[in-house]
T-cell receptor, first 107, second 122 residues
Framework: DIQMTQSPSSLSTSVGDRVTITCRAS??????LNWYQQKPGKAPNLLIY???SLQSGVPSRFSGSGSGTDFTLTISSLQPEDFATYYC?????????FGQGTKVEIK | QVQLQQSGPGLVKPSQTLSLTCAIS??????????WNWIRQSPSRGLEWLGM?????????DYALSVKSRIIINTDTSKNQFSLQLNSVTPEDTAVYYC????????????WGQGTLATVSS
């Protein structure tokens, strides 16, 4: 199985800040890497697919980059509704695997 | 728009079978570009993909090794839905279970069900 490792596990930040979350795969997934946002009591919501493609309806302040084993999710200017937990997930092979999550909290 | 509606009991006794159904609207379970997945989430295991079913001129299933001996994902084309059966459950199977769509155009989980908390307890 491909292991996905996110860092940091949590971060405290403020509205308007730039936020960067990193995801590392245990082997190359090329660009088969997706990012999700999850709020308490809700299903995850797809933000970015294929490493850098913005899902329809997702604000442009979200962006993704990377290839191979190292990937980044960036929120250019954090908004109040962005406080949530973020997950990466690889779709290069089965079993599909997720990172452990990064919780973005209000400072 | 595409929606997934989950149904099924939230309480299952140990050693019994957990059964959940996911009804699809706005897409077809027989689509040649879709795949229909079950994913669960618990504090101890995080988000865990359990398996998927898809149709590419014939039906295919792909299951996670961790549950492969206990899981069945079925489809009902007449009702446009798919289902999860997880046999011989233990308290470790307690989790929120989600159904989700992925596909060939967007190889990611782009549509999710609302989630079902399944508790394994006597």
């Amino acid at each position: 199985d491909i292991q996905m490792t996110q860092s940091p596990s949590s971060l405290s930040t403020s509205v308007g800040d730039r936020v960067t979350i990193t995801c590392r795969a245990s082997q190359s997934v090329i660009t088969y890497l997706n990012w999700y946002q999850q709020k308490p009591g809700k299903a995850p919501n797809l933000l970015i697919y294929a490493a850098s493609s913005l899902q329809s309806g997702v604000p442009s302040r979200f962006s993704g980059s990377g290839s191979g084993t190292d990937f980044t999710l960036t929120i250019s200017s954090l908004q109040p509704e962005d406080f949530a937990t973020y997950y990466c997930q690889q779709s290069y092979s089965t079993p599909r695997t997720f990172g452990q999550g990064t919780k973005v909290e209000i400072k | 728009q595409v929606q997934l509606q989950q149904s099924g009991p939230g309480l299952v006794k140990p050693s019994q079978t957990l059964s959940l159904t996911c009804a699809i609207s706005g897409d077809s379970v027989s689509s040649n570009s879709g795949a229909w997945n079950w994913i669960r989430q618990s504090p101890s295991r995080g988000l865990e993909w359990l398996g998927m079913t898809y149709y590419r001129s014939k039906w295919y299933n792909d299951y996670a090794l961790s549950v492969k001996s206990r899981i069945i994902i079925n489809t009902d084309t007449s009702k446009n839905q798919f289902s999860l059966q997880l046999n011989s459950v233990t308290p470790e199977d307690t989790a929120v279970y989600y159904c989700a769509r992925s596909g060939t155009h967007i190889d990611a989980f782009d549509i999710w069900g609302q989630g079902t908390l399944a508790t394994v307890s006597s």
